[in-house]
């Protein structure tokens, strides 16, 4: 079944070159194809399009095809061409003529519009509510071993001391500023586009606030040529927002990588978290975060495979979008992989605590030593030379004290604000008020 086909057969070798891999990925937009009708028909019903029976009719068995989807009881006919097919032709069979008439006032191009904003604001709320849960674990960690020194790098070379309240903190804060650019994704995302149709409008006196209300969404996508034109810039959007999260994911693996290295040492995890080698039997390999190291840097490459795909696309629909899905789609699923496994490593973490007692990491120190020579009174350029000279006389001698206390120093790690920040931002997205509005649309 096609929604558009008339009594021409279509060649069979272009039938399956068009579909793809459709069939498969729309299984995925199931459940949101059926929200989107169950608001649509609504709307029809208050224009007088629909019956009040007939929308009775159409509704209970929307709920009945969304429950069979939720339990795995649902799939897509080879015979049918994609999701919003699939589920008008289930409804015809089941409640016959009524069925036919939920597509009024729409286009196979706002069905699939609003299907990919309602599966992207679920896909959002998933990683948003486990990068809480990492950003809350981070917290733990940071403030469980703020008293821990550890040596900071610059140029991997080592400069000064720095703390695992330090290190576990920074990341936590980076997910601060990840969660602020997932919401501007989710803002765009959380603008409904049903009633578009084609992308030129409808001559049906539409009430495209209603849905906008049913569906939870916070406002329009107002001009319907825009809401075609968005087709491609919120995955654009979308997947840059995703890179910048896994850009934190990437960093944080290589660091654990390196940490692990015998010639580091800060930090070890249960030999059931990593992996050996076939013929060096003293191996610990960090395959986990090896893994999440390219898996996020894959990630980090979809913006530009989407920009690609879109580049110089005039406006209207274009066959090319189809393909977006192939891309971003699977990238839901790595990313929330590798927040769920670091999550499982990092909750298994062991801390060196005695790194800084081996002595090549005496000259950490050298900036507090010049520094505790300025609070004498030295001036810093005099203190600076005198204690150079004494580093290459051999005769330095480490002062190992460290009081940093200025905000979000090693004595001052300001983890509370920090803390506050990443609420505020995760409060803005409003999760509570979706959920509501489905699960009134499904009552």
Not at 179 to 184: A, D, K, N, P, T
Not at 222 to 243: C, D, F, H, P, W
Request: aromatic share 8%.
């Amino acid at each position: 079944m096609k929604l558009w086909q008339k009594e021409t057969a279509v060649e069979q070798s272009v039938e399956k070159f068009t579909v793809g891999n459709d069939r498969d990925l729309d299984l995925d937009l199931a459940p949101f194809d059926v929200l989107g009708s169950l608001a649509h028909t609504k709307m029809l019903e208050s224009i007088g399009l629909l019956s009040k029976k007939e929308l009775g009719l159409i509704q209970d068995e929307l709920k009945n095809i969304y429950h069979e989807i939720e339990a795995g009881d649902f799939l897509i006919e080879e015979h049918v061409e994609d999701i919003h097919s699939q589920i008008e032709l289930l409804l015809t069979k089941r409640i016959g003529d009524a069925g036919k008439k939920i597509h009024s006032g729409r286009s196979r191009n706002d069905q699939v519009l609003v299907d990919l904003k309602l599966f992207f604001r679920s896909e959002i709320s998933q990683l948003v509510h486990e990068t809480k849960r990492l950003f809350e674990l981070l917290i733990n960690l940071s403030n469980q071993h703020k008293e821990v020194l550890m040596p900071g790098y610059t140029h991997l070379q080592i400069a000064m001391p720095s703390s695992f309240g330090l290190w576990f903190g920074a990341y936590a804060e980076s997910l601060v500023d990840d969660l602020e650019v997932i919401l501007s994704a989710w803002k765009v995302c959380n603008k409904n586009p049903l009633g578009s149709a084609a992308g030129y409008g409808s001559s049906f006196p539409l009430n495209r606030t209603l849905t906008t209300e049913l569906l939870g969404f916070e406002t329009l996508n107002y001009n319907v040529v825009y809401a075609q034109m968005g087709r491609g810039k919120t995955e654009r959007i979308l997947a840059q927002a995703m890179s910048v999260l896994a850009a934190t994911l990437a960093k944080l693996a290589m660091d654990a990588c390196l940490y692990m290295n015998q010639n580091f040492g800060f930090i070890s995890f249960p030999d059931k978290l990593t992996t050996g080698s076939s013929i060096m039997p003293h191996k610990k390999n960090p395959d986990v975060f090896e893994l999440i190291r390219s898996r996020c840097n894959k990630i980090q490459a979809l913006p530009n495979e989407i920009t690609l795909i879109t580049t110089n696309l005039p406006m209207g629909y274009h066959r090319d979008l189809q393909l977006l899905k192939e891309n971003l789609f699977p990238a839901f699923t790595s990313l929330n992989d590798c927040l769920q496994m670091m999550q499982l490593m990092l909750s298994n973490v062991r801390i060196n605590k005695n790194i800084l007692n081996d002595p090549k990491y005496d000259y950490l120190f050298s900036v507090e030593v010049v520094n505790n020579e300025v609070l004498k009174g030295v001036p810093f350029r005099e203190a600076y030379k005198a204690i150079g000279l004494n580093i290459e006389a051999g005769t330095f001698k480490p002062l190992k004290e460290v009081n940093h206390t200025h905000e979000g120093s090693i004595g001052n790690l300001q983890n509370g604000e920090i803390t506050n920040q990443f609420s505020k931002i995760f409060n803005a997205f409003g999760f509570t008020k979706v959920d509501k509005a489905l699960k009134d649309l499904l009552s």
